[in-house]
């Protein structure tokens, strides 16, 4: 029986222990079924038990005490919610009706060829242009009507990064930090070290190469410490080397601080090791999303997912 057919999470005493049906249910699995949970029953001290609308969801480890199952059901908190986005341009470009939501935590891909439509996308869930129809909401705020409050906690990178030449990488986040309260020398040089920069902190920026210029523009979108992350094509002019940073470091302020992550690219095989949710957007439509797991599960790669949606869908 699917792990989706029969949901249920049954606690002993401290411990939230699942017993199974099958034996290797999958992290995202596990998320999927604490998403759509209908009821939860909690004496203090510990979770009684989820109730899912069709039953119950087993699995065979040991899960977590309540804060421990509290603090994976934030990782389930709807971070970004997309509704019927569309703007077409004159030539007729653009995009149509995107419906997506991004869950606390994830890294998402946001995948399509070059005019795909991403970019456009992204200057909408920033801010920086006003959709036809359609609303983003972040933490709950629309992007449209509470534009302050929903950008409060995002950091950004959208086409390219941007820094004054005649500044040095410190002044250039300096000034960034104007914008922010808490922002110390302290943290503009962890931000500098844990992008690489450190060592260059006293060179102007008209100095650097793209792919240091991309590293600054990355240390200067989590400056302020966002819990949302929207970065366009980030791997863009970094070499071997930093895109393994870049990574790394991704993958690792999801994982301990719990930053959400937008992260467009046409670069197949950087989304597929980078992200743990991909979606496809083919000449302005949105064909849909999967998790990274499932992806590689049905289809071998991303690459075959990424023709066979597609094919389904009918290219452009």
Not at 35 to 59: A, N
Not at 228 to 237: C, F, H, K, R, S
Request: glycine share 8%.
């Amino acid at each position: 029986m699917a792990v989706g057919q029969v949901l249920s999470m049954v606690n002993s005493t401290e411990c939230l222990k699942i017993s199974t049906l099958r034996k290797h249910t999958t992290v995202m699995e596990i998320i999927h079924a604490i998403r759509v949970t209908e009821k939860i029953e909690t004496v203090p001290g510990r979770v009684d038990r989820v109730v899912h609308p069709s039953g119950v969801f087993l699995t065979d480890s040991p899960f977590a005490t309540t804060n421990q199952y509290l603090h994976r059901r934030k990782l389930m908190e709807k971070v970004m919610e997309i509704n019927g986005l569309t703007k077409l341009y004159k030539n007729g470009r653009g995009i149509r009706d995107v419906n997506l939501e991004i869950s606390r935590g994830e890294i998402f891909g946001f995948l399509g060829p070059n005019g795909a439509g991403k970019t456009t996308a992204m200057k909408i869930m920033t801010g920086l242009m006003k959709p036809d129809r359609g609303n983003v909401r972040i933490f709950g705020y629309s992007i449209c009507d509470e534009y302050e409050k929903a950008i409060q906690k995002v950091g950004c990178i959208i086409e390219t990064a941007e820094s004054y030449p005649y500044l040095t990488a410190y002044e250039n986040l300096k000034q960034v930090s104007r914008f922010f309260h808490g922002i110390d020398d302290g943290r503009i040089d962890e931000v500098l070290d844990i992008t690489g920069m450190l060592k260059y902190r006293n060179e102007r920026a008209g100095s650097f190469s793209l792919g240091m210029k991309q590293r600054l523009g990355l240390a200067a979108a989590i400056l302020s410490r966002p819990e949302l992350v929207i970065l366009d094509e980030p791997l863009n002019g970094l070499d071997v080397e930093g895109m393994l940073q870049i990574r790394k470091l991704v993958k690792h302020l999801s994982e301990t601080e719990n930053v959400t992550f937008f992260i467009s690219s046409h670069l197949i095989h950087d989304v597929e090791l980078t992200c743990n949710r991909i979606g496809i957007i083919l000449g302005g439509k949105f064909l849909g999303a999967d998790y990274t797991d499932n992806i590689l599960a049905n289809h071998d790669s991303l690459e075959n997912y990424f023709v066979s949606e597609v094919n389904r869908n009918g290219s452009i």
